[in-house]
């Protein structure tokens, strides 16, 4: 592993805060994520802060090189020098690396705003983002540099991603060295407005061009606590980064790091099983992988999984616990886990203890209640018109389907530079998810579906989550979507694509039609005549985003021409 | 046990949030701690919220029943009812009891602010702090209203402790329970401004009169969060209340509680054994209490032990951990523990694993950190003259003494109406807490002593503190104190008041002087000869304040005459 040299090390005991503004009553501290590190850094300067093991030139940073003094505030610094002034957005393009990870902090210690863009898009899309959120640089890895477009008029520092001598990153760090040698943190100075934005985050962009969503220092604070003790993070856990952190900040999981530049099984339990992982996110597609992956096995000691995306099902929770992943179910919003992360959370009610797999996985793939320090996560009727503002809850029916409306310090800002998106969003004067769900009897929230994936047979609504929930507990099924399919006599019908398991694959090989009569016999006690799946096709694969979420519009359009 | 009746239960399903104040952006809700309460009782409405089994009437309350609906919103619009405008003071005079706790809620709720009284003051105190407060309403115990003034002009509601019809504060609640079975939770609003008072709470004043400090929902709220999180209290966890509540709201512990009205060792241990209780908070002098009863046992499972106004000795670390109790040492700083409790905690390293106990128990008695929530914890030092507010922080040798100052968003806000103790206070634009401490190499505060508790013997500056530990490492020695005695030759000398194990009485019964010269030449190899003591007195206890610190100020009275 590399080690640094002597005159990369910090200063002993430097003084690990940033200046206050002026003019701060003395009980006001504005709240601002950088405060997290610089308590690592002061608390455990020797712990293991930052690990990139799996990459030619491996690195690992504690906390005291990493935070403490060097990297971040290096970063800061050469960001300044480079004429970023605050509010200025930085633009990133990376996966789970030192990069993204330096900058999530340096960023925020330069007063600049992170603009993080996913790696999986197109160059166009790149293209647009860059210019939308007016990005004054930017830092990307080396991997990348082929998503950026012609003729760019702001500067770009590529990463090699190597931590050597050379790396034309590291060379742009050494230009703050300087400058964080001669002043330190106390050059720098905190935010004095907590409501200034953190993070510019794009959304994926399925339905027209993508939206900015926009983060405050307040709300990444409020989430990362929450995120800290709903997942009872702590000075002795170890965080592995599959989850890439470009998705919404890495969902503010501020601490202890292992990074992997892609999502890799093998990888994945290599350090499951040697480098004293506690937790981890990832959405049930990456945990069905984990948990199929043939180097799987009962781990010695728990492992947290936190779970978002979509429900996980019941063949997933039990096989989670079966090797001793213990799993805790979170939602973000499906627009909205681009925001801060997860919102709302599924409380383990002592009672359940005493039900079937079956029926306890049914109450653990609610999404719940609202998190530690978010605020309400409401069902409310959805409007009969443009001019109906007016918030009906839903009763707590278990039934009555409306949409999740939310409000809170962990709700975006506002869509930046998009005047209207972000009124219609804020419609009524609280946050329109658009995500279909009805509310039970103790308060938790269940989605049901967006509106799109709701599908009308028979003038009844069927539940695609519900029937994909009911599939994925058939023993060959290893992942399945249901979508819409057009029926001349029931309007639509369910449509399901399935992938089988590994050792099942063999077992019907040449045989899917008998398959697909199995599957739908096995739905037939399970479901409701009307959401019941007419067609079942056999796939290697599934259309996935970026983050492991289905696309289901690609898997309409496969229909629409069936 | 009581059980409520039909008409006292919380209706099903109720809207468990106030009403938003308008105008507010949708990303913005202020915090206060009555979220988390609300939360609690959407997540877990069974689950017991409060128990109070020691007396004569025992009750127990779920959260539905104590948060959720009946007691504390009934005690809101009671109090409303009752007159109390938003801002107003509303002193409650009560040891642990749903009184107390219940108002911790309630009060807040009615946007009003709670004015706590220590339950051992004088009648003058309290007659003093009623008037400065301007309390508008006084709820007190059946047992303290020999503390109220004679011809009060503001309502007195008493309470018999006892939770059952006729008791005048169940009589009180019910006013409000028609307003909350018509209007419930939304009939309430939100403070919008989340910088509001929240409680104000008296100091104790050995040193003049009283002083009103004042804190606020957004600071309480943080400092909950970081109690929460840093003692690792969950939904699972019970918290036995030891520890006065009206000594600064509980230091904002606001989770599942166990109330005791009074400091019982043989109730504590009974609850040990019985209650799963989870954790407590006491001082030093409370926790030599609890592993010296003769009930005292090794735990069959680990209980955390919050320890706050005094640095935990060596021999008393390795008690609490002999019987299964993990000692976590926080500090309040002397002045303003008063405030939100904890500001600093002692944050183990795993290199101390290696330690002897005598070496780890060094390391453990230090202050620490900042808290998780608190901001800057520095050593200065002290100003030359009354117009020196430059602050400049000691080196971190471990040596130099200077006086720790604080700021930050769990900073108390001022003291109630004195201007002129608050401009003192916060010289400089920092909060000068008066404890005097250094500051070692890895950041750490540790306290040496407040000015006065400095013993000046031969010019050379002893730590009481420090003499204090190495004295409570005799295997003899239950507790100890030292004041500083005056000395013809050396200016001052080191005075010991010792109490003695009970195991220890018999064998020095009549031969205190023996034990004396014992003491002595146990301390010789220990300390430097300056700070040996000079005199040593058995005595059967030591005069304490209300939360158990020793009262110094006596003892010096007592050798002031000798």
């Known amino acids: 592993m590399f080690q640094p040299t002597p005159a990369s090390l910090p200063p002993k005991n430097p003084t690990l805060a940033l200046r206050q503004p002026k003019g701060l009553p003395v009980h006001f501290q504005p709240l601002n994520p950088l405060q997290f590190i610089l308590r690592a850094a002061e608390i455990y300067p020797d712990k293991l802060g930052l690990v990139h093991p799996d990459v030619k030139d491996p690195v690992s940073y504690s906390f005291a090189v990493w935070y403490g003094c060097q990297r971040i505030q290096n970063l800061a610094y050469a960001l300044i020098q480079a004429g970023i002034k605050p509010g200025d957005r930085v633009a990133v393009i990376a996966p789970n690396s030192p990069l993204i990870a330096d900058a999530h902090h340096g960023v925020l210690a330069a007063k600049a705003v992170l603009c993080l863009i996913n790696t999986r898009l197109k160059p166009s899309e790149v293209a647009f983002i860059l210019e939308h959120s007016g990005s004054s640089i930017i830092l990307v890895d080396h991997e990348y540099v082929r998503l950026l477009p012609p003729n760019l008029k702001v500067p770009v520092v590529v990463s090699k991603d190597s931590?050597?001598?050379?790396?034309?990153?590291?060379?742009?760090?050494?230009?703050?060295?300087?400058?964080?040698?001669?002043?330190?943190?106390?050059?720098?100075?905190?935010?004095?407005?907590?409501?200034?934005?953190?993070?510019?985050?794009?959304?994926?962009?399925?339905?027209?061009?993508?939206?900015?969503?926009?983060?405050?220092?307040?709300?990444?604070?409020?989430?990362?606590?929450?995120?800290?003790?709903?997942?009872?993070?702590?000075?002795e856990s170890t965080y592995l980064w599959i989850l890439p952190m470009f998705h919404a900040g890495g969902w503010t999981f501020p601490w202890t790091n292992i990074t992997l530049r892609t999502v890799d099984y093998s990888l994945i339990w290599k350090h499951f099983l040697n480098s004293a992982v506690t937790h981890y996110c990832g959405a049930p597609t990456v945990q069905i992988g984990i948990v199929n992956d043939p180097a799987a096995k009962p781990l010695s000691r728990p492992i947290s999984a936190i779970i978002a995306g979509a429900a996980p099902t019941a063949s997933l929770i039990s096989s989670l616990e079966q090797i001793g992943i213990q799993p805790i179910h979170v939602y973000g919003l499906t627009q909205t886990l681009i925001q801060y992360g997860p919102f709302t959370r599924n409380y383990t009610q002592p009672s359940w203890a005493a039900l079937s797999l079956q029926d306890r996985s049914k109450f653990m793939a609610r999404q719940g209640h609202?998190?530690?320090?978010?605020?309400?996560?409401r069902v409310v009727f959805q409007p009969k018109d443009e001019n109906d503002t007016e918030l009906v809850d839903v009763p707590r029916d278990g039934k009555t389907v409306g949409e999740i409306v939310t409000r809170g310090n962990i709700v975006m800002k506002e869509y930046f530079r998009d005047p209207e998106a972000t009124a219609k969003a804020f419609r009524g004067g609280i946050f329109n998810t658009g995500d279909l769900a009805v509310m039970h009897p103790d308060g938790a929230v269940a989605i049901v579906d967006r509106s799109k994936d709701i599908i009308i047979s028979g003038g009844e609504n069927a539940s695609s989550l519900a029937i994909e929930q009911e599939l994925a507990s058939h023993p060959d099924v290893l992942e399945v979507s249901v979508v819409a399919r057009t029926h001349v006599k029931w309007g639509e019908r369910p449509h399901a694509f399935v992938i089988l398991k590994t050792h099942s694959i063999n077992k019907w090989k040449g045989r899917h039609d008998a398959f697909s009569n199995e599957l739908k016999a096995y739905a037939k006690p399970r479901l409701p005549g009307f959401a019941c799946p007419e067609w079942v096709d056999v796939v290697p694969e599934l259309p996935k985003t970026s983050t492991g979420k289905i696309l289901k519009t690609d898997l309409r359009k496969i229909v629409a021409k069936l």
């Not at 990153?169 to 230009?175: A, G, S, V």
């Open 163 to 235: 931590g050597r001598p050379g790396d034309p990153y590291e060379q742009f760090l050494t230009n703050g060295r300087t400058y964080s040698q001669e002043r330190g943190w106390p050059g720098l100075e905190y935010q004095a407005d907590e409501n200034s934005p953190a993070l510019l985050c794009y959304t994926s962009g399925t339905t027209g061009r993508p939206k900015g969503v926009v983060t405050t220092l307040r709300g990444s604070y409020l989430a990362a606590v929450a995120n800290a003790y709903e997942s009872r993070i702590h000075q």
């Open 370 to 377: 609202a998190f530690a320090t978010a605020q309400d996560a």
